[in-house]
């Protein structure tokens, strides 16, 4: 089955730039999500299509995806920035819907 | 525009349970629906997906024993869960499911969870 890797935790001060990768085979060729999720609450969607933004998400939050890996970019990072990211893809050759292990962002 | 679940709570392994979504501000007739789970201190797990014309998808740690299916006049998602496990333990989400394209898939309203926890 498909995995997507991130890394455990990703450190930034605020005001720097953050970024947060999701690693899978040929991830390029799918169209990657990503999520953001606060202590105690549900899953929020930040990023959709690799680099599109759903309204009420702030321009500092972006999309790339590329060969094998897609990025998350936290521009200006702020302290309510600070949560757990997820990136997420469609299988089709399994129909599975799959997240990546999520990714800690904490700032300094 | 929101979903909430109910119909968590505390189980024995093997019992079963029936999760209920109820969706306002849209109609999910038209929609794709799923549920996602996610055990404490972990990550996010996709559970099951109900796609267009009936067709469902379920993740290969429940199949056969979860059941994704809808009311559209009550216009709610239910999860029947069946022979629970204690590694079923987890915060169980309901997400509307857009897309723009075949393949392509994402989660853009999430309700707040309801909890099931699997113990003797």
């Known amino acids: 089955s498909y995995v997507l890797t991130q890394p455990p935790s990703v450190s930034v001060a605020p005001g720097q730039t953050a970024r947060i990768i999701c690693g899978g085979d040929?991830?390029?060729?799918?169209?990657v999500h990503w999520y953001q999720q606060k202590p105690g609450q549900a899953p929020v969607l930040v990023v959709y299509d690799d680099r599109d933004r759903p309204s009420g998400i702030p321009e500092r939050f972006s999309g790339s995806n590329s060969g094998n890996t897609a990025t998350l970019t936290i521009r200006t990072v702020e302290a309510g920035d600070e949560a757990d990211y997820y990136c997420q893809v469609w299988d089709g050759s399994g129909d599975h819907v799959v997240f990546g292990g999520g990714t800690k962002l904490t700032v300094l | 525009l929101q979903v909430v679940e109910t119909g968590g709570g505390l189980i024995q392994p093997g019992g079963s349970l029936r999760l209920s979504c109820a969706a306002s501000g849209f109609s999910i007739s038209g929609k794709y629906m799923a549920w996602v789970r996610q055990a404490p201190g972990k990550g996010l797990d996709w559970v099951s997906f109900f796609y267009s014309g009936g067709r469902t998808y379920y993740a290969d740690s429940v199949k056969g024993r979860f059941t994704i299916s809808r009311v559209n006049s009550k216009n709610t998602l239910f999860l029947q869960m069946n022979s629970l496990r204690v590694e079923d333990t987890a915060v169980y989400y309901c997400?509307?499911?857009?897309?723009?394209?075949?393949?392509?898939?994402?989660?853009?309203?999430w309700g707040q969870g309801t909890l099931v926890t699997v113990s003797s």
């Open positions: 040929n991830i390029g060729s799918n169209s």
């Open positions: 997400a509307r499911v857009e897309t723009s394209r075949p393949s392509v898939f994402w989660f853009d309203l």
